[in-house]
């Protein structure tokens, strides 16, 4: 069993602190295969950036890059493992038109795109893997992988993969361009042991050994900060590729006409250690082969099917218990929006009573479901897993979370304690049975009680903060008597630091983006009003909660802000929350963030919290709704278009 590449934690003062794996003896033996996924980050511009940051290095690389290739400021060009985008950024500055850019990190990609926005250019950024290339056929006039990003796969037969991608997306003629590590050089003359100063704080040691196999090298960095000691300690591989090599996979991939030029040496500002950089490979490639025949356009159309709630049907959540104005104006923002996405077909599903024979009748015309039934089967909370688990059984690909990820996030509890052991901090509560007296417990107020099943701020209001036993005791008799609610109560600290909220789409780790944290702006409140975002503030029209609460963008440091980032992330991988997903968090009295509740397939509304997110990134409503089916069809693998007649398909079936 291979051992982790993480380096051990230890909680002190409240913080996370990192301490070295110390000596190693076998250093593939802490080598994780999809070590990529996790490197790419910004101890990485650190670590390279004599190489990677060094605007001298990337401007005499493309001046010898573009003359080896004879662009065109017209050319279509793919830079493929792009990274921050340093060479991309560079051609577009240069007056290049239709540049294109795709790399595997989330952080990368980022940086590159806020760049590209920053100084108005036009890139094309793209997070992905560059074994599936998400690309038409025939589209560039090039492709580059540049700067040694390419044989970082624990197998060869995934660089293959990239290769075929590669000749895939090409134009007939299309040029490969391929910038990698001399490996036959860097075998014989790699440095097994070194460190040199990043800037003032920060200081590197690296390792490096050959693997077993011989084919390639292992390097361990232990990145140390001069004030919080050991950072980083983490492990990567690079596969050794010789000429004779590299011929022998482009040849297979089924490229011609491939050409060596001169060998380059890397002249860095540091000059230190330059590792994998050190001496390369440059070559050229061409794509011989044939235009692939044109697709009819009219076939490149995705039939969704949209599950809605049933409004013929009694909703406990809702105050009057039926679908209002307001809701059937929700379903209206939904239509049009959905409306306006290009290449897409929707039905609507909402007639609970026939939907098991109306998803049998239609499943062979959609591509998938659009899963938006958050009220659950037959609009019954505790029923919101059967909507999933119904189009599993059916075999119909859906959008959302699964059931099981949905039954966990219903218990607050048990989400509790999953944050508790994956060391994620939560506010301090207990568990309240029916029957149970509060009055016979030792309990520091405040306190704020909320069922533990439930959802939408279901049983939460302004009389749920107890500053006292009474109150408490008050508190539950109200939640169970008004709400009809005869299951356990959770007794939570009661929170006075910043509401938070945070919303991701799509799959952590492959690919998704991270919205801005929103924040509930309670400064308009009356005093003496719990600063909850509750029932009222999201059901109840005439309160002062629903009238003067806001939502903005969050006002907070930086490393909060990162804190809760890597907190969710963490979260809805262990929670396999898929696609869409809310964080609820709130900040103690010394800061610190803890989690209150997850909530996979959070609410879709044209108004709600993840919809603000999204606006303060700068998109609509419709940008986030396309988002959410392409994170979709990406988990999904939808690669083939059906096509059908749309005449034969229902447009609604409201």
Request: aromatic residues 10%; contains cysteine.
């Amino acid at each position: 069993m291979k051992k982790s590449i993480s380096p051990s934690r230890n909680k002190k003062n409240g913080k996370t602190s990192f301490s070295s794996h110390g000596p190693v003896s076998n250093l593939e033996e802490y080598l994780q295969p999809d070590w990529w996924r996790r490197i790419f980050n910004s101890m990485y511009l650190k670590t390279d950036a004599d190489v990677v940051e060094d605007k001298g290095i990337t401007n005499f690389e493309l001046d010898m890059f573009t003359d080896m290739l004879n662009l065109s400021e017209e050319s279509y060009i793919l830079d493929l493992a792009c990274g921050q985008g340093r060479h991309s950024l560079e051609l577009a500055r240069r007056g290049f038109k239709n540049i294109y850019g795709l790399d595997r990190s989330h952080y990368l990609i980022n940086k590159a795109k806020q760049i590209n926005i920053n100084e108005g250019l036009s890139v094309n950024f793209k997070e992905g893997d560059a074994r599936k290339l998400p690309y038409a056929t025939d589209k560039f006039d090039v492709v580059m992988i540049l700067g040694n990003s390419f044989g970082y796969f624990e197998s060869i037969d995934d660089d293959i993969k990239i290769l075929k991608e590669v000749l895939r997306v090409l134009k007939p003629h299309g040029r490969f361009l391929l910038d990698v590590a001399d490996g036959k050089y860097l075998a014989k003359n790699f440095n097994p042991r070194s460190w040199e100063w990043l800037d003032k704080n920060h200081f590197v040691c690296r390792e490096r050994s050959l693997a077993g196999d011989n084919e390639r090298l292992i390097s361990r960095e232990v990145i140390s900060n001069t004030k919080k000691g050991v950072i980083v300690d983490q492990f990567y591989a690079e596969r050794l590729y010789s000429k004779e090599r590299l011929n022998e996979l482009l040849g297979k991939s089924g490229f011609k006409n491939n050409r060596f030029h001169d060998e380059y040496k890397t002249d860095s500002s540091r000059n230190q250690d330059l590792g994998m950089m050190e001496r390369r490979i440059i070559l050229t490639a061409e794509a011989i082969k044939e235009w692939t025949p044109v697709k009819n356009k009219k076939t490149e159309v995705k039939y969704v099917a949209v599950l809605l709630g049933d409004p013929k049907k009694t909703d406990v959540v809702k105050p009057d218990t039926v679908f209002d104005e307001d809701d059937y104006n929700t379903i209206d923002q939904l239509k049009i929006a959905l409306s306006s996405l290009k290449n897409y077909r929707f039905l609507y599903f909402n007639n609970h009573d026939s939907l098991i024979n109306d998803l049998m009748k239609y499943r062979s015309q959609i591509d998938y479901v659009l899963n938006l039934c958050d009220e659950g089967f037959d609009n019954d909370p505790k029923s919101e897993l059967h909507v999933p688990a119904l189009l599993e059984m059916l075999k119909i690909p859906y959008s959302g979370s699964n059931p099981q990820c949905l039954a966990y996030c219903y218990d607050k509890s048990l989400i509790r304690g999953i944050a508790k052991e994956m060391e994620i901090p939560v506010a301090e509560a207990f568990y309240i049975k029916p029957g149970e007296n509060v009055f016979e417990m030792y309990i520091e107020f405040p306190v704020i009680a909320k069922p533990n099943f439930g959802d939408s701020s279901f049983g939460i209001t302004q009389k749920s903060v107890a500053y006292n036993v009474e109150e408490l005791n008050d508190a539950i008799i109200k939640t169970r008597d008004k709400f009809g609610y005869d299951k356990p109560i959770l007794v939570e600290e009661f929170l006075i630091g910043k509401d938070l909220t945070l919303g991701i789409i799509g799959n952590p780790p492959e690919s998704y983006i991270d919205l801005p944290i929103v924040e509930e702006d309670y400064s308009q409140l009356p005093e003496g009003l719990p600063r909850i975002c509750g029932y009222e503030a999201k059901w109840l029209q005439e309160s002062p909660y629903f009238k003067l609460l806001r939502s903005i963008e969050a006002k907070i440091n930086s490393e909060t802000k990162k804190q809760i980032v890597a907190w969710s992330l963490k979260l809805s991988e262990r929670l396999e929350c898929r696609d869409y997903v809310r964080f609820d968090w709130r900040l103690d009295s010394k800061g610190v963030p803890k989690l209150l509740e997850v909530n996979p397939n959070p609410g879709w509304c044209w108004d709600g919290h993840l919809a603000k997110m999204a606006t303060f990134r700068g998109m609509l409503y419709a940008d986030m709704l396309r988002s959410i089916l392409e994170a979709t069809e990406q988990r999904i693998n939808i690669s083939s278009i059906i096509s059908r007649p749309i005449k034969e398909m229902a447009t609604e079936l409201l």
